[in-house]
Nanobody, 114 residues
Framework: QVQLVESGGGLVQPGGSLRLSCAAS????????MGWYRQAPGKQRELVAV???????SYANSVKGRFTISRDNANNTVYLEMNSLKPEDTAPYYC????????WGKGTLVTVSL
């Protein structure tokens, strides 16, 4: 059964931090590049970070130096550590393989505001 369950979002002030988690089914996770995506209202979906099964990572310029992606291959889980958050980081965040499968989870909402 395909499963993507994101968690860890919330309301945080500018400059704050959050850690997102994504529990994925093996059919999506195993030996695949995994990514975190976000889509703010009125904007196109953005791939913010990816991680290969061996641990190599890549980031969008908008989050480079502030976000860190990691994965636990034993537990089919991918994480996104977000620091120095800005209001423009506000969006629902989703995980999926990269490129993504057709199935998407419900996402977790990150709101950066005073």
């Amino acid at each position: 059964q395909v499963q993507l369950v994101e968690s860890g979002g919330g309301l945080v002030q500018p400059g704050g931090s959050l850690r997102l988690s994504c529990a994925a089914s093996g059919s999506i996770f195993s030996n695949r590049v995994m990514g975190w995506y976000r889509q703010a209202p009125g904007k196109q979906r953005e791939l913010v970070a990816v991680i290969a099964s061996g641990g190599a990572t890549s980031y969008a310029n908008s989050v480079k130096g502030r976000f860190t992606i990691s994965r636990d291959n034993a537990n089919n889980t991918v994480y996104l550590e977000m620091n120095s958050l800005k209001p423009e980081d506000t969006a629902p965040y989703y995980c999926n393989s990269a490129p993504p499968k057709d199935y998407w989870g419900k996402g977790t909402l990150v709101t950066v505001s005073l």
